[in-house]
């Protein structure tokens, strides 16, 4: 089974405690989510290694399972305005929970809340400012926002899902001479 295939089983196994799971217009959002993710994953790779693409597209699916369940509403933003109870109160935006100033680039909310390829290009580039010189778990306190000295529990729930969906792909993850490096462990 392809990298593809084990996400889109696991985002649509998500998604069918939803309401609207069977609607064909959700069931082609999520799969475009998905290969969103696998193609900025190949082009993007935060990771060194064989698998480097394959570990980066993990880790922009267990952000977006983490930040937003992939639900519709945050990832075109319609429920994420300042005073919200969703998105931080409206200072992140996307699937990807993506805070506001430098996190957005040159992009405008609007951009990136209409187009999930490029919001999955700014997560990418967001969790690569630290994946390179620390460890994953460090790499996701980084992006939750969390205190350099301690780490919280959304990176601890973060690395615990990137972990188990990395073993459900047959990667692994190793620190290795001041990278995190991607390996296969079966193919």
Known sequence: MSLRDILLSLVLAAHSTQPNAGDPTQLARLRGVVDDMVAVGK???????????????????????????????VQD?????????????????????????????AYTREELCSDNRK????????????????????????YA?????RTCRAARELEAGFRATLAKAGVSVVWKGMQNEAVWVSR
């Open 119 to 142: 919001a999955s290009e700014r997560a990418a580039i967001v969790l690569g400012r630290s994946s390179s010189r620390s460890t994953t778990v460090s790499m996701f306190n980084a």
């Open 43 to 73: 082009t993007n790779a935060i990771f060194s290694g064989d698998a480097g693409p394959e570990a980066t597209t993990v880790a922009l699916y267990a952000v977006a399972r983490h930040e937003s369940g992939f639900w519709s509403k």
């Open 145 to 149: 926002g969390c205190s350099t000295f």
């Open 77 to 105: 933003c319609s429920v994420c305005f300042p005073g919200s109870a969703w998105c931080d109160h409206g200072r992140s935006i996307t699937l990807y929970q993506i805070m506001r100033g430098s996190g957005w680039g």
